[in-house]
């Protein structure tokens, strides 16, 4: 189910919405401003926000700029604003799409259903990192030409540190790739199976330390990750 944040501050507005994109089949929450919605996307992973431009505190527009630092994060305009110059602004800020109010439930579904396919990532990817070929559509891990056995969990975290290719993910955000409910859900699971992951992939000499933490923060892959071309079968 695709999960997504609408920010809003009128209150009558944003429940109005939130109602009608639920009935669209969304997981909706709901955030009256900029400090709100930085507080679910910390502990929740987002796939797209819908965003108001006349928010409280930090503007729409500036919030809109940081978002795009979240590359996993489509985002989708919705304002009152009706001149072109606050549309060319928040697309080249990094939204994804602009729609002017009042807007069709039903266009602003749509909509949200495309820029998340166009921000997905590609599962029939076949990736390297150092040593470790990664096929994400088989589900496969091979360590030196010899395969690597991950639970569902295990691969699904391996998964996401590869789809930050480098970057840190939090600890957060790696908990409701693999929980349903992150919020009851433990953090220590996630380190837990950090650690398996280490074990199983990281006891060669040649590649040590795949997975670096960040203190009090997250984990990252230590290498870039090296995209194959599909048919490839170097190990």
């Known amino acids: 189910m695709i999960r997504i944040v609408i920010v809003e501050d009128e209150d009558l507005t944003r429940r109005a919405l939130g109602l009608a ?5 969304f997981e909706v929450h709901e955030a009256a401003d900029s400090i709100a919605c930085k507080a679910l996307l910390d502990r929740l992973r987002v796939d797209a926000v819908v965003l108001d431009l006349g928010l409280p505190g930090l503007d729409g527009l500036t919030f809109d700029a940081q978002l795009r630092a979240r590359a996993d994060i489509g985002v989708l305009v919705v304002t009152r604003r ?8 928040a697309l080249d800020l990094g939204a994804d799409d602009y729609l002017v109010k009042p807007v069709h439930y039903g266009e602003l579904a749509a909509r949200i259903r495309s820029v998340v396919r166009r921000r997905s990532p590609r599962r029939d990817r076949r990736v390297r990192v150092g040593r470790l070929l990664v096929d994400l559509e088989a589900r496969t891990a091979v360590n030196g030409g010899v395969e690597t056995t991950l639970t569902r969990g295990e691969f699904d975290i391996l998964a996401r540190l590869i789809e930050a290719n480098s970057k840190i993910v939090s600890r957060e955000e790696l908990l409701s790739t693999i929980s349903r409910n992150p919020v009851e859900a433990d953090l220590r699971s ?22 670096i933490t960040a203190p009090g923060f997250g984990y990252r892959l230590r290498m870039p990750v090296e995209e194959l071309e599909l048919g490839t079968d170097r190990a």
Do not use: F, Y
Not at 21 to 25: K, P
Not at 192 to 205: A, E, F, G, Y
């Open 21 to 25: 994109m639920r009935d669209q089949g």
């Open 82 to 89: 009706e001149a072109t110059e606050s549309r060319i602004e």
């Open 190 to 211: 996630v380190d837990t199976l950090v650690s398996r992951i280490r074990r199983k992939v990281c006891n060669d000499p040649e590649m040590p330390d795949l997975i």
